[in-house]
């Protein structure tokens, strides 16, 4: 059974940071592209970074770009989110999902979720 697993949420103030984990289990993570998605309140789930099998291409969403970074230890079937200088816009909650093929910013492109984490920046 392919299974994602998100971790690493939790209450920040702003400015500070978080890394988020995506951990794979029932299948090889480095066989697929890892997108993370963030859904607040009343919003669309929108994406916010994707990285490659290889992990040498990355995107982000413009919201993020320059704050957070993507990653992956594929010996250690894990994706990381880095989030840094948070903001209190980046309350949501967290998902990563599974491509077989490629990175898409479009959540209907991907098949496998992970159950979500929440992120919450609060003063």
């Known amino acids: 059974q392919l299974q994602l697993v998100e971790s690493g949420g939790g209450l920040v103030q702003p400015g500070g940071s978080l890394r988020l984990s995506c951990a794979a289990s029932g299948f090889t993570l480095g066989n697929y592209a890892i997108g993370w998605f963030r859904q607040a309140p009343g919003k669309e789930r929108e994406g916010v970074s994707c990285?490659?099998?290889?992990?040498?291409?990355?995107n982000y969403a413009d919201a993020v770009k320059g704050r957070f970074t993507i990653s992956r230890d594929n010996a250690k079937n894990t994706v990381y989110l880095q989030m840094n200088s948070l903001k209190p816009e980046d309350t949501a909650v967290y998902y990563c999902a599974a491509n077989r093929y490629w990175c898409s910013s479009s959540a209907l492109n991907y098949d496998t979720w992970g159950q979500g984490t929440q992120v919450t920046l609060s003063s």
């Open positions: 990285i490659s099998t290889s992990g040498i291409s990355t």
